[in-house]
Each structure stands twice: as structure tokens, then as C-alpha cells.
């Protein structure tokens, strides 16, 4: 092992594992669980580097919104074995991406432009473009904005291309672009398109991309050491990039900020994107309250939807065996997936020569992991999702539930009466006209009694298991032999009524939570 990096990871033991104390997190789990989760989280991080040769790392841990804890190891400058600590300033890369994204539906918001513009309303010079078939639609800011545009995937071409100037990328625009496919089609990742999100930026905004960054995402954030000029990052801070090869660390220059600087130009530290990806995990669930992010609760929400799916896949873990089915896309600036164990995962990662990034987080659970490194295109991607399963299963974290509406909720207790104790007059006031169409009456009625040998009387439950929205939800009942499950769903009438219910003796083994076979 080369011996600065064995210095690097000896001094992991000194500067890792520095939770947050100011402000615990938000009930979503007890303490312990998440101390020793975070721990854990620390020791996959650790040894990744290792096995990966990465001379420095920051990583931090959200929960419920903050910052909950954060880790770092190695060096930030290997020739001044300068440590990395929380605040060391690292290039980001492509999570850039999600900034410009912001920015440009604060203009929509605002009501400077739309998502289904074209592209050249903002940017003349793309109004020569020669489109692949003479049926494909103009490229829109909503094409542009989830990789959609037909450009051809260009990695890693678009990394060299970040200190252009304005003016060449307006020369390139006017020769013309070639097309891999017609707008609209297919995802395909393209660096050029988010260069091209930010002269519209620059275009509606009459202030350069990097003013209104900072003006309208940044300050308000209170997100001090972020920035698109890394001239401006103290010197005690900045991070220096590094490539392995010929078995030692090698400088990689520091790219300069230019026409490309939206699709990869930011720099920031731990704690100031630990702020930022709190605000996308303070959108979820919806919920009434004022708006304090840059831009709507409903618009960061829209940002994490998903708008290009990409095709789904299917790997086997080669430890456990365990299969794993994974489906998504990209939304607005971000990756949005699905796989067995998550409903949602939002996340994106950066790379340039001397870095590699990753932020990733869970909607439904209000938790993520962010981690920088400064070795070219770190790879951070598959340990992210393993630490974020550990952060999960350690801490025991469980999902965070829309609220019941209080139609559900007075629903929930009537229903539970009745399957209790049945009273036809009170089943006739709760059924939506589809109820007894589905099945009669007469059957859900027999149907509920011929339970009652098996599992005894039955008490209402108290709460619900499981509430899926404001109108659907299902509940347990304690019975003297046994338990019943109970769901119900209501109609679009007001008042709201059952149109659907199901009432089923729960199983002794309770169900996998899994949708992937073994």
C-alpha cells in the first residue's frame, strides 16, 4: 500500500464519526439505533476508500431534514497531508445538475417561461437546428431538463468542455448538433443540455447563471461555501483532485467554471449540501405551512418525479443471492429509481477528473447519505446504496405516512364497528353505489361471520397500519383468537364513502414487505 494513502486511512480513526449534536433528529428512529447505524455507515465508507485507493472522503448522514452526522477521512491536500474535515470544499460535478434545475423552475414559477417552451424561444441559437426526422418535435425546456432532447450521451466529452466560454458554446449551438434520437423518445444523458438550461437561465434571467445561483438558491439557503468559482475557496479549505496511476496519486488541475459550469461546475462541502438535500426531503410528505425553500414544496417534489424512464434490470447479489429488480429514470436534475426494498430513491452522482460525488436519499423515510471524494470519478454509486440499506435497517427507520384525512380516520372507526358488530342500517350509510354491486351485502356480511370462529370477538383497532393516502388506509383489529386486517379505500363523493373494503384474518407469519422474488 503506498504509504501516504496508509497514513490517510490511519487517520480515518481520528476524524470520522462526528455526529451533529446541536439538533437531534426528528423522532424517526431512537438514538442508539442510529448511533450504531451510523457507525456502520462509517465503516463501509472507510473501507471503500480503501479498497478504491481514495486519498480523501467528507460523507454525511440525513435524518428527517438535518444533518444527523457526518464522517471524513484522508487528506484533502496529500503533499501537505492536509486533513478533510465537514467543511472542505470538494467539486461536485454533474449533482450540479439539480441547481440549475432549481433555478430554472423558479423562473417557471415565476411566470418567465414554461416547461414546454421550445428550447429556442430562449436561445436563438439553437433555431437552426436540423432535426433527425421531419416528423420530431422542437426540443423543449422540459426535454432538456429530464434528458430527453435527442442529444447524444456525452460523457466523458462534456467534462473537458466545462471552462468554455459563452461564445463558443453559442458557436457550437449555431454549426448544428447531431442527434442520437428525435426529442421526446428516449433518455440519453446529456452534459450539453444543462449547459443549455443555463444560458436560458442567463437569457430570462439578464444576469449571468452564476449570479442567480447564488442570489436565489445559495444565500438563501445559507449555503456559504458553495460556489461555481473555485478561485473563491479559501485556500485551507479547497480540495485538491488526484488520479491513481503508476501506483501513486497524481495531480488533476483544477477545472476552471465556464458556458458548461451548469451541468458540473459546483463546489461544496458537507455541510452545506447536508442543508440542501434537507430541503428536498422537507418537501415530503405534502402538507400545509409556508414556503420557506427557494422554490415551491411542490415544485422540489415535481423535480423528483419521474419524467425519462430508463429500462429496468435485474442483478443477483452475489453474496446473499438475493435478487434485486431495479426500474426509473430521471426526473428534473435527478435520478429517481425503484427496487425491491424502496418505493423511491432519489439521488444523482458527479464525477470529474479528481472527483467523484453522490447524494442519494430516501422520500418516504425523510434520510440520505451525500459523499465526496477527490479521486477521479470516485464511483460512489453501488457503497451509497449499500450504506443507505444500512442506515435504514440499523437505525430502524421506518417510512413516513401521508396523514389520514379525518374522513378516513371517522371512517376507520365506524367500519370497525360494523365488522365488530354488523347493523345493516349502518352499513347502508357508509357504501358508495359500487359496494354491494361488487358484492351484496347479504355475502359481506356472511363473509365477516364466518371469520368469527376463528378468530373470536373482536375489539376496534386503535390507529392505522398502513395509511397510503389521504383517503386509503388499513388497520388491524385485536380479537380474542386472533386478528383481522381491515382496508378500506373512499370514493371521490362527498361525503366521502366505502368503495372498496376488505376484512381478512391476518396471517401468524406477517407478510414480506418485499416485491422481489428469492
Not at 410 to 419: F, G, I, K
Not at 448 to 464: E, M, N, Q, T, Y
Request: charged share 20%.
Amino acid at each position: 500500500m503506498h504509504r501516504l494513502f496508509a497514513a490517510g486511512i490511519a487517520l480515518a480513526a481520528a476524524v470520522v464519526a462526528v455526529p451533529h449534536a446541536a439538533q437531534p433528529p426528528g423522532g424517526n428512529a431512537a438514538a442508539p439505533a442510529l448511533t450504531a447505524a451510523f457507525a456502520d455507515v462509517d465503516r463501509l465508507l472507510i473501507q471503500f476508500m480503501a479498497d478504491r485507493r481514495v486519498p480523501g472522503a467528507a460523507w454525511g448522514i440525513i435524518v428527517d431534514g438535518q444533518l444527523a452526522h457526518t464522517g471524513a477521512s484522508g487528506w484533502r491536500d496529500v503533499a501537505a497531508r492536509a486533513p478533510v474535515d465537514a467543511d472542505s470544499v470538494f467539486r461536485i460535478a454533474s449533482m450540479t445538475k439539480s441547481f440549475t434545475a432549481i433555478a430554472i423552475l423558479k423562473l417557471r414559477d415565476e411566470g418567465k417561461l414554461s416547461l414546454d417552451d421550445p428550447a429556442d424561444r430562449y436561445v436563438p441559437e439553437m433555431a437552426g437546428l436540423i432535426y433527425p426526422t421531419s416528423d420530431a418535435p422542437k426540443i423543449t425546456i422540459r426535454h432538456l431538463l429530464s434528458h430527453a432532447e435527442g442529444f447524444p450521451e456525452d460523457n466523458p466529452w462534456g467534462d473537458r468542455q466545462l471552462a468554455d466560454s459563452d461564445e463558443q458554446l453559442s458557436q457550437m449551438l449555431r454549426r448544428g448538433i447531431p442527434f442520437s434520437n428525435a426529442p421526446g423518445l428516449n433518455y440519453e444523458y446529456s452534459n450539453l443540455g444543462f449547459a443549455i438550461l443555463g444560458r436560458i437561465v442567463r437569457n430570462v434571467s439578464t444576469i449571468t447563471y452564476q449570479d442567480y445561483v447564488a442570489a436565489n438558491i445559495l444565500r438563501p439557503l445559507g449555503m456559504t461555501s458553495t460556489t461555481l468559482e473555485p478561485s473563491t475557496v479559501p485556500p485551507n479549505q479547497l480540495v485538491h483532485g488526484y488520479r491513481w496511476e503508476d501506483e501513486r496519486w497524481k495531480d488533476e488541475p483544477l477545472l476552471a467554471n465556464g458556458s458548461f459550469g451548469s451541468m458540473g461546475g459546483m463546489l461544496t462541502s458537507v455541510r452545506d449540501l447536508g442543508r440542501y438535500v434537507g430541503v428536498f426531503l422537507s418537501a415530503w410528505p405534502p402538507h400545509d405551512g409556508a414556503e420557506t425553500a427557494p422554490i415551491r414544496r411542490s415544485s422540489l417534489r415535481e423535480m423528483q418525479h419521474l419524467w425519462s424512464p430508463v429500462p429496468s434490470s435485474v442483478s443477483r447479489d452475489r453474496a446473499t443471492g438475493a435478487v434485486q429488480l431495479t426500474s426509473g429514470g430521471y426526473g428534473y436534475g435527478l435520478r429517481v429509481a425503484q427496487n425491491c426494498r424502496f418505493r423511491t430513491i432519489v439521488s444523482h452522482t458527479g464525477g470529474l477528473p479528481g472527483f467523484g460525488s453522490v447524494m442519494t436519499w430516501l422520500p418516504d423515510y425523510g434520510a440520505g447519505i451525500i459523499a465526496f471524494g477527490n479521486l477521479t470519478y470516485t464511483g460512489w454509486g453501488g457503497i451509497a446504496t449499500t450504506a443507505l440499506e444500512a442506515l435504514v435497517t440499523k437505525g430502524d427507520l421506518h417510512p413516513r405516512q401521508p396523514a389520514a384525512s379525518a374522513a378516513l380516520t371517522a371512517m376507520r372507526d365506524t367500519v370497525s364497528r360494523l365488522v365488530a358488530h354488523w347493523d345493516d342500517h349502518v352499513a347502508d350509510s357508509i357504501a358508495a353505489d359500487n359496494l354491494y354491486l361488487d358484492q351484496t351485502k347479504d355475502r359481506r356480511r356472511a363473509a365477516i361471520d364466518a371469520l368469527r370462529p376463528s378468530v373470536g370477538a373482536c375489539a376496534p383497532g386503535s390507529g392505522f397500519d398502513v395509511v397510503e393516502n389521504a383517503l386509503r388506509g388499513s388497520w388491524t383489529m385485536p380479537c380474542d383468537k386472533g386478528k383481522l386486517e381491515v382496508a378500506i379505500t373512499l370514493a371521490p363523493t362527498l361525503p366521502p364513502t366505502v368503495q372498496f373494503l376488505s376484512v381478512r384474518q391476518a396471517p401468524a407469519t406477517p407478510a414480506r414487505t418485499d416485491v422481489c422474488p428469492q
